[in-house]
Nanobody, 116 residues
Framework: QVQLVESGGGLVQPGGSLRLSCAAS????????MGWYRQAPGKQCELVAR???????NYAFAVKGRFTISRDNVANTVYLHMNSLKPEDTAVYFC??????????WGKGTLVTVSS
């Protein structure tokens, strides 16, 4: 009952910036946390950043200081601002919503490629 639509992925050069967006619809009142995960080629899925209903955030060590997660409650959208991108940031980025009742919903993913 919660749908997530990601956008903003693409090709960017090392050191560049990109903003990912995730728009949530449906039973959004059930969401208490949202986050971004990524899966790089040949790697397992890992947490990038998440934001909780109270506004607190968590970041993976590899992206701390470079990425910022934020939310727009009016638009029901979360963002991932990515700066100083590195080739190792190349991955499919997935938006995640954690719902009351410990249920997870996932977007289809958006590809970020960092290459010169």
């Amino acid at each position: 009952q919660v749908q997530l639509v990601e956008s903003g992925g693409g090709l960017v050069q090392p050191g560049g910036s990109l903003r990912l967006s995730c728009a949530a619809s449906g039973s959004i009142f059930r969401i208490y946390a949202m986050g971004w995960y990524r899966q790089a080629p040949g790697k397992q899925c890992e947490l990038v950043a998440r934001i909780f209903s109270g506004g607190s955030t968590n970041y993976a060590f590899a992206v701390k200081g470079r990425f910022t997660i934020s939310r727009d409650n009016v638009a029901n959208t979360v963002y991932l601002h990515m700066n100083s991108l590195k080739p190792e940031d190349t991955a499919v980025y997935f938006c995640n919503a954690r719902l009351v009742g410990d249920m997870d919903c996932w977007g289809k993913g958006t590809l970020v490629t960092v290459s010169s």
